[in-house]
């Protein structure tokens, strides 16, 4: 503060710390009759995650998988979409991660696409975001592990998808994520 002999006090400079932090490195010998004054203190609630799901907030996993040659094919053990089910890094990853949020979503509905890859339809380009399902309007899945009430969970189509569409390249995500960006658009449209 730079003080003015008139009282026109001029703040000169701002710090934000946590009062935790004062304690911790300033030693504070503040003895009786003696004040500290802090003349503006904002204090900020520091929420968990769970305070979040409590009060309302949806968690939507979309599945997004990359269907590039630089992923090695699928008859190779070193390659991320081996056939092999229990090294296969995908179904790794879509578990660890898919078997978490799927308690948070409300309706257990996933989008699965992928992109990077030739999708039998069209073999002679690659398709940078197509839906695993087959229906890039309505790409949702039930579920993470398979069979849910005789519909087809993420993992199971992810592995028909590994059958059917080729291996390519290269990685452009740009597509993926406007149509993600679409999507979520049109859901906050609806949904009002």
């Known amino acids: 503060m730079d003080r003015n002999y ?3 006090h001029k703040s000169v400079a701002r710090k934000t710390f946590m009062i935790t932090e004062v304690l911790e490195r300033v030693p504070l010998n503040i003895g009786p009759g003696q004040i500290i004054e802090i003349p503006y203190c904002d204090k900020k609630d520091q929420y968990s995650f769970l305070s979040y799901i409590f009060n309302g907030l949806q968690i939507a ?5 990359d269907f590039t040659l630089s992923n090695g094919e699928p008859s190779n053990p070193k390659s991320l979409h081996y056939y092999d089910p229990s090294k296969n890094q995908y179904i790794n990853a879509i578990t660890a991660v898919g078997k978490i949020l799927e308690n948070y979503d409300s309706d257990k509905m996933f989008p699965v696409v992928g992109f990077g890859g030739k999708v039998p339809m069209v073999l002679d380009k690659t398709s940078h975001c197509f839906a695993l399902n087959g229906n890039i309007f309505d790409p949702e899945v039930p579920g993470i592990d398979g069979v849910v009430e005789g519909n087809i969970g ?6 028909n998808a590994l059958k059917l569409v080729k291996l390519h390249g290269p990685t452009y995500f740009s597509r993926f994520l406007s149509y993600m960006i679409d999507m979520v658009e049109y859901e906050t449209i609806t949904c009002k």
Do not use: I
Request: aromatic share 8%; glycine share 8%.
């Open 61 to 65: 996993l979309t599945v997004a998988v």
């Open 154 to 159: 993420v993992k199971v189509v992810y592995k």
């Open 6 to 8: 008139k009282g026109n």
